[in-house]
């Protein structure tokens, strides 16, 4: 990571929402930071508390606990009024979702709806912020920009309507992006249109960008480091490089070991991590993990025990701290 000061810093960031059947604690003490020019990946199962991050850093939960600390550009955004986060959302900090046509209003025009952000945060005028829209559009590769404007989002097929929310996304030049599982309802070449698109305005404009996926294959593309969450906690941040070649918590590794290989046979069954994801409502007092951890199979009863008793923390080497008992760095386990 840079010398800068980052563009985003989250500490002990804990979401809990209160059901009829208890309360769920969906993010755990989570911290990790995102420095201008930089991507962060997180990832891990559904469930695992990646959007609800999302959500919470951009102050989107209505029916939720939150605390902890999330400052971006200085400034705390955890406990600001409903009125200052409707401010900085699309001017200082912006967000992209995996399903465009639900995300975008039908019966506006994109270039309406592009406009109308803008005008909120700038109070420019509609013709100002018409053409606004037109560069906005030029921007991300839409052809015809000037025509497409005045067009409706059904208009647009899936990679045109995603790079429409990207045009709005991008229009205020905010600081931060929060992508949302954005390629995941694409087909695989318009994948990596999107992922470069991000990645060139990324490199221009200096943004701090988090991406939010299950596809590790978007991560090895597009992260600088990486953050892995189970059970909503983070169990491992490592930059790309580290975190592909020397994982060091078995859940990453497991992660890792249930991608497709090139050189597997045909007929040679994909590695699947065995078990389900842990309860929110009933946590384990120990690892949760524990109960679908291959190394337990082979472990003492004593070493057994401390996992199933004992909550790991998020620790060890400088630049690649995981969250387990016995921790398996440079491939081999401590």
Known sequence: MGDLEPALCVRDLTVTFTTTHGLVRAVDSLGFEVRHGETLGIVGESGSGKSVT?????????SASVS???????????????????????????????????????????????????????????????ERAVEALAEVGIPEPR????????QFSGGMRQRVMIAMALSCEPELLIADEPTTALDVTVQAQILELIARIQQERGLAVIMITHDLGVVARVAHEVLVMYGGRAVERADVDTLFTA???PYTRGLLDS????????????????????????????????????????????????????????????????????????????
């Open 68 to 130: 902890g600390s999330i400052i971006l550009g200085g400034r705390e955004l955890t406990g600001l009024p409903e009125r200052e986060l409707n401010r900085l959302r699309g001017r200082k900090m912006a967000m992209i979702f995996q399903d465009p046509l639900s995300s975008l209003h039908p019966y506006y025009t994109v270039g309406e709806q592009i406009a109308e952000h803008h005008r909120v945060h700038f109070g420019s005028g509609r013709r100002a912020a018409r």
């Open 147 to 154: 025509r497409r404007v005045r067009e409706y989002p059904h």
């Open 54 to 62: 999302s959500l919470a850093v951009m102050g989107l939960h209505t």
């Open 259 to 334: 991608l497709p290989r090139f050189d597997d046979s045909d007929d040679e069954p994909l590695r699947a991590i065995p078990g389900t994801p842990p309860s929110l409502l009933t946590p384990a007092p120990g690892c949760a993990f524990a109960p679908r951890c291959p190394r337990l199979a082979r472990a003492s009863d004593q070493e057994r025990s401390h996992c199933e008793s004992e909550l790991p923390l998020l620790d060890g080497p400088a630049g690649h701290p995981a969250a387990c008992h016995f921790p398996a760095y440079e491939g081999i386990a401590s």
């Open 247 to 249: 994982p060091a918590h």
